[in-house]
Structure formats: C-alpha cells, structure tokens
C-alpha cells in the first residue's frame, strides 16, 4: 500500500465509477437546472462524465444554489470524483420590459421608442432596463432583440432621454427579451449590484471558478480579482468573451485570466455569424499558447432539450471543438432544463471519446514551445521537454507537482498522449484543475525528499490501479522540495 494513501485519499477504490472521468480528455461542463437539480440526478451526471458543474446565476434564488453545492460537495465526498464548481455571474444584461398582452408584433419601418421608465410596454413606448441608454448609443446604431431576431435602428435620442428607433427586421416582440448593441461600448459597470451579491456568495461558499460576463477590457478582471484578493479568496476567474469589444483586447484579457469561456450565444448574435468559427480557432490557439483553460459553450446539443438525439451539425461541433484543441465543451439549457439531461451527457462523452481515439487534432507540436521572453520559460521548458521524452518513450503516465495550478495548466497545454495526473497541497487547487484537459488531480501535502515523494506517488497511483509495474513514468517537480520552486526537474521511472 502506499505510504500516504489512506491519509489522503477518501474515494473507494471502485475503478469503474471513475471509468468515465478516465477515458474522456476534453472536459464536459454541465449547467445545473430544475431538470437535474437533486442529489440523485447529479450523481447521474457525474457518473456520465460531468466534470464541472455551472450554476447560472441569472436564474434561481441563493438558498437553491446552496442545497445544489451542498449535493456536489457530498459527491465529493462520497464518490470516487473531484467535480468543480462554477459560479456564472449575469454582467451587465439588457433587456425590454413588460409588453401590454405579453407581446406585439412589429414590422420594418415601423417608429417605436425606448425609454428607461418603467411602464408596461406598447407600440408607443418601450421600456428598456438601461438607464444610460440614451447616452450611449448615436444615430445610425444597430440595436438587436432577441438574439438578434428582430432589428431597429436609432433614429435619434429625445429631449426626454427617450431613444427613437425605426425596425429594420420585424416579428413578434415579447416581454423581457434580451438586448444586444453590437455598435455601442456601453457604459455599464461589468460587475452589476445584482453580480456583487452573487459574487458573495460564490466566495462565501468557496466556489471553484467564478465566470464574469460581457468582459470588455482587463480592467473589468483587475475589479474583480480585487474583490476576490480583498477576501482572500482562492476562487479563479474564467472571462467570458461574448462582446466585440473584448476582441479588440483578446491577448491581454486573456493572460490576465485564469481560463477562458467562448460564450457564442451573444458573440454570434453582436458579430456577423460567418466570423464566430475562425474566431473559435483562434481563441483556443491563444489560450493553448498562454496555458489557460478553454471552454467552448452554448448551443453546442441543442436539439437534445426536446429529442433523445442530437442533429448532424451538433455531432460535428462537438467533434470540431474537440479536434481544434478545447479544453472543455458546455451544456447549457440542455442538462438545466432539457428532458433528457443524462442522455445528453452520455451522447457529449461518446462523440469527445471518439474524437480522441482517433489520433487527429490540430497539430500544435511545433508551435507550442517554451517562449524565452516568458518569465516562466525555465519551468515552461521543463515541462515542454517531461510531454516530449514521454512521447519518445510512449510513457504510461506524466506525473506533476503544483503549488499554484501553473505546472498542471502548462502540461495540460501541451496536449501530452499519456495520460496526466497532478499532485497538489493546495486542495482548492484539486477541483480547479479539473476543468483542465485530460488532468487528474489529487491532494498531498507531503514534503520529504523528491525521490520519496516521487514514489510515494507512483505507489499511489498503483494502489488506485492507475499504475501497473512494469510501466514508465515521467516526473516533474522541484527541489529543494522545502523552497517550493518552479519545476526544475524531470525523472523518469520504470516501475517495479
């Protein structure tokens, strides 16, 4: 047995309940919704290969959420699983307000005026929950309704502050419909008063992974991760890139963060459609490049909310997603209000699994090398070198110590054939990393001499069945051990 295995490790050793973590690489993101929103169905999901689980803020009440994390944090403890969590603030949404009879029909050419008092809606006067409406936009913007279904146009702003607008593209207009202006930079904090109490609460209940919403420039993360700093909160940051804005300042919003989300249900609707594939490619490159977590959302099953089978477009941008170097695909609507949230789930697993068997991705080999410039390219180095020697020697596993994430994010980067498990002493750490692709990550607080530790390790993950003698391992770590360095080191070992 080994040596610190039954100090540190709760989980059973019941190898096929983890068999669906084992297999699939590119990580699965389920929203947590009335249809999966009980212990049981959660467990359900998790047992069909949920990784991370997301709570929307922009729907439910605090006291559900609870209960919720309360379900996961029990898996956690009871299953042979590490789930994160993932708190998702709303940001900065618009929208219409109540429509007189719930909706009217508009039709292009048609006058309608915006304003920020609050009155039930007609085709008179709309109301619009921005109160620096008239401030921000100019004649000639491009203002779009749900989901960009319908389209207006400014005509001009009133004395009153009202916004006269003509309908370019008409429809049925309903209330409460979301708001889009892709011509305007908007004025709005990032963080909302509603977002403030939200983020309380995410770090009151120690989540794993805060989302912000609408990021438009490094400044937006700067308030947040002070806020997080100012509580001492170890809760790490995704930035959701959904406005147009935030691709004028994709390079340092995305080095600022901690991981990044591809949030294509607003970006599709503010930019022309045509630009959001090339636009994936290129978000996933650049993250793969900085060694921050990728994940691509919305929309991604979308027929699976009503059928027990996805349509031949979706099978294909799960599979493109993964070929193109995610390291995480997002259900959204279909796992939180869908009808059959673990078949979907199950459909995700198997289209990702075969996808990874197969061999073919993006080859990235020759363009992810250690930049020198990088203040961390020793470590970089290190780790590029431990993916590329287990390539040559076709190891059986990639073995990685961490203080801070960085080491398991930047191996994970690589995209290495074997598979990689990361030790930490930091246990907020051991769900955070589980949104990495193909990690598997596991608390251990020991700190003797690195050959001890390196095989204490290796015991460990024989003892879980991980392992077998006569494999071959990489390690990577650091040392003294007592100093806590970056990665200096790789070992390699055939296990007796």
């Not at 989980?11 to 993101?29: F, N, P, Q, Y």
């Not at 916004?163 to 979301?178: F, H, Y």
């Not at 089978?309 to 959204?332: F, H």
């Not at 970089?380 to 990639?398: H, M, P, R």
């Amino acid at each position: 047995m080994a040596k610190h295995a039954a100090k540190y490790y709760h989980e059973s050793m019941d190898r096929e309940a983890g068999l669906a973590h084992k297999i699939h690489r590119t990580k699965i993101v389920a929203t947590v919704g009335p249809a999966c929103d009980t212990y049981d169905k959660l467990l359900e999901l998790v047992r069909a290969g949920v990784n991370v689980f997301r709570l929307n803020f922009s729907h439910g009440f605090h006291k559900d959420k609870k209960k919720i994390i309360e379900h996961i944090r029990k898996i956690n403890k009871q299953e042979p699983f590490n789930i994160a969590i993932l708190g998702d603030l709303q940001g900065p949404k618009l929208r219409v307000g109540e429509i007189a009879g719930g909706a009217i029909e508009i039709e292009p050419g048609d006058i309608l005026t915006f304003t920020n008092e609050k009155l039930v809606g007609n085709k008179e006067r709309i109301y619009v929950s921005y109160p620096n409406l008239h401030n921000d936009v100019k004649p000639g913007n491009t203002i779009l309704i749900n989901d960009g279904k319908l389209e207006v146009k400014v005509k001009k702003v009133l004395k009153n502050n009202d916004v006269q607008v003509e309908v370019t593209m008409g429809g049925t207009l309903s209330s409460n419909k979301g708001i889009n202006l892709p011509d305007t930079k908007i004025s709005l904090p990032a963080l909302t008063k509603k977002d403030l109490v939200d983020l309380e609460f995410i770090i009151e209940h120690e989540l794993d992974w805060v989302a912000l919403s609408f990021v438009r420039s490094v400044k937006d993360l700067e308030i947040l991760r002070k806020k997080l700093e100012n509580k001492k909160s170890k809760t790490k940051i995704i930035s959701k890139i959904e406005k147009p804005e935030a691709l004028e300042n994709l390079r340092d919003i995305i080095l600022e963060s901690d991981a990044v989300m591809i949030a294509r249900g607003d970006l599709g609707v503010e930019l022309p459609v045509e630009k959001i594939p090339l636009l994936q490619k290129q978000i996933i490159r650049m993250c793969l490049h900085r060694a921050k977590p990728v994940i691509v959302a919305t929309q991604m099953m979308e027929s699976m909310i009503e059928f027990n089978k996805p349509n031949r477009s979706e099978i294909t941008d799960v599979a493109n997603a993964v070929i193109e170097g995610a390291d995480a695909v997002m259900l959204s609507a279909e796992t939180a209000t869908g009808m059959h949230p673990t078949l979907v789930v199950e459909t995700m697993r198997k289209i990702i699994i075969e996808v990874e068997k197969s061999g073919y991705h993006y080859n990235r080999e020759d363009e992810l090398i250690p930049q020198p410039q990088s203040p961390s390219f020793l470590s970089d180095a290190i780790s590029y070198n431990a993916c590329k020697l287990a390539k040559d020697v076709n190891a059986d596993a990639i073995i990685g110590m961490t203080q801070t994430g960085y080491t398991g994010f930047v191996l994970s980067s690589y995209r290495p054939k074997s598979p990689l498990y990361i030790f930490t002493k930091e246990k907020s750490l051991v769900n955070q990393l589980t949104l990495s692709w193909g990690v598997r990550a596991f608390y251990y607080d020991e700190e003797e001499s690195l050959d001890d530790i390196i095989f204490d390790q290796i015991d460990i993950l024989k003892e879980r069945k991980f392992l077998k003698s006569g494999d071959i391992v990489i390690n990577t770590g650091s040392t003294p051990v007592s100093l806590h360095l970056p990665t200096n080191v790789i070992k390699i070992t055939k296990i007796d």
